[in-house]
C-alpha cells in the first residue's frame, strides 16, 4: 500500500537534490524533507505518540509546517490542521471532539494554548531531533489508517470532522499528477 510518507520517500530516492519545498529565500530538497520528517517522526515516537494518535498542528504556514506534517504521518498519527486565527470557542471544540493527544504549535502561539496539557513546541521538536536516526523507517499505516481530520464550516452550529484515510489521500495524489499534472 502507498502512502503519503512512502510517496515522497520514492522521490526522495530518485531525485534526491531536486527542490521539494521553497519559501522566499529557503529551499529543502527531497532528501532533506525525508531525513528530517524521520527525524521528527523518531522524535515523536520517543514521546510516546503511537499509531493511531490524533495529533493537532497549529502553526504559521512554513517549511517547518509542511515536514513536521510528514513527520506525523511517518509516525503512524494523524494530524488535525488548526488555524490559528480562528476563534478560540472553534479550536477548543475541534481539539476536544477529535480526541487531540498532543498540540503541535510553536512558541509565538504558547499563551492561546497554555490550557491544553500536552503541547510540542515544534521550535523545541526541531532542535531535538537532530539527535535522531535520519534513516528510513517502515510506519505503521495501512490503508485505512487514517491520515488527517478535516474540519468543515459547521453549517449546522458546530463544525463536523472528516476523517481522510491514507488510501484515499494517496489515490488523490497519485490523480493529480495525472491530470492536471502536478
Known amino acids: 500500500m502507498l502512502s503519503i510518507d512512502k510517496l515522497i520517500d520514492n522521490h526522495a530516492f530518485l531525485n534526491p537534490y531536486k527542490i521539494a519545498i521553497k519559501h ?31 495529533m493537532g498542528m497549529a502553526v504559521d ?11 506525523i504521518v511517518k509516525a503512524g498519527a494523524a494530524y488535525l490542521p488548526i488555524d490559528n486565527k480562528f476563534p478560540v470557542d472553534r479550536i477548543n471544540y475541534m481539539l476536544n471532539d477529535s480526541a487531540v493527544e498532543v498540540l503541535v504549535t510553536s512558541k509565538n502561539h504558547r499563551d492561546q494554548y497554555r490550557h491544553h496539557d500536552n503541547i510540542i513546541f515544534i521550535e523545541d521538536a526541531w532542535a531535538e531531533c537532530t539527535k535522531y536516526d535520519n534513516r528510513s523507517f517502515e510506519a505503521e499505516i495501512d490503508e485505512e489508517s487514517i491520515a488527517y481530520i478535516l474540519y468543515t464550516s459547521g453549517s449546522t452550529g458546530n463544525p463536523k470532522g472528516v476523517a481522510v484515510k491514507h488510501a484515499g489521500l494517496a489515490n488523490l495524489l497519485l490523480s493529480v499528477q495525472k491530470a492536471p499534472g502536478m
Open 24 to 54: 522566499n529565500d529557503r529551499t529543502f530538497t527531497y532528501q532533506q524533507v525525508s531525513e528530517i520528517s524521520t527525524q521528527l517522526a523518531r522524535f515523536f515516537k520517543d514521546k510516546n505518540i503511537n499509531a493511531g494518535a490524533i
Open 61 to 71: 504556514r512554513s517549511p517547518e509546517m509542511v515536514i513536521t506534517l510528514l513527520a
